[in-house]
């Protein structure tokens, strides 16, 4: 089956620095989602992707689907304490019809202020 | 807020038992998906129904079942519980591929 590997497991960084993961697929999607979860909330949707190449902004978030589309990256700039959380990526492969999500392990974020 | 609610938040049960969990999509949305969060394994997707129908499954063992009512609430079976049941079970809805989460139910067997 499809698997994401999701990198770093986890971080701590000082607030304010920014702050970069990324996601490698074993194979090609057509779309690379990025979520935040919080404990005890479910994912939260943070940027869509949906064509190779594409570079999408949400405020200090920063998503790339790669060219190759078998990865994609996030980058949040100037991070602050409420960036703490768990990220996660996500691709789908739009093969028979179906839209389900593949999701990455996840890369734990800690903001030290 | 997603607009995606689930009920209940918690669930706490025995093994052998059988439960049920409820998920209201987004307004318009026509697609339900259901994903099972395990500490070890992740989120999996175990089924997704479109306007009623199912659509897709993933990983879903043959003790769960779903199914997708006509007003687009769907429910989540879980029978003869074991203790490896024990996850965050979310449904997500969408109306393009963007899928958007409720906040889960937790799933306790002891």
């Known amino acids: 089956g499809q698997q994401l590997n999701q990198s770093p497991q986890s971080m701590f960084i000082q607030e304010g620095e920014d702050v970069s993961m990324n996601c490698t697929s074993s194979s090609i999607f057509n779309t690379w989602l990025w979520y935040k979860q919080d404990p005890g909330e479910g994912p939260v949707l943070l940027i869509a992707?949906?064509?190779?190449?594409e570079l999408t902004s949400n405020g200090r978030l920063t998503a790339q689907f790669g060219i190759t589309r078998k990865d994609s990256f996030l980058n949040i700039s100037a991070s602050i304490p409420s960036d703490v959380g768990i990220y996660f990526c996500?691709?789908?492969?739009?093969?028979?019809?179906?839209?389900?999500?593949?999701f990455g392990k996840g890369t734990k974020l800690s903001v030290i202020p | 807020d997603s607009g995606v609610t689930q009920t209940p938040k918690h669930l706490i049960t025995a093994t052998g038992q059988r439960v049920t969990l409820r998920c209201s999509p987004r307004?318009?949305?026509?697609?339900v998906y259901w994903y099972q969060q395990s500490l070890d394994q992740g989120l999996q997707f175990l089924i997704q129904?479109?306007?009623?129908?199912?659509?897709a499954k993933g990983n879903i063992l043959e003790r769960f079942s779903a199914q997708q009512f006509p007003d687009l609430h769907s429910e989540l079976n879980l029978s003869s519980l074991e203790l490896g049941d024990s996850a965050l079970y979310f449904c997500?809805?969408?109306?393009?591929?963007?899928?958007?989460f409720g906040d889960g139910t937790r799933l306790s067997i002891l």
């Open positions: 997500a809805s969408s109306q393009d591929r963007a899928q958007h």
């Open positions: 307004s318009g949305d026509l697609s």
């Open positions: 996500a691709g789908r492969d739009s093969g028979a019809g179906s839209y389900q999500l593949t």
């Open positions: 129904y479109y306007n009623g129908e199912e659509r």
């Open positions: 992707l949906y064509k190779a190449g």
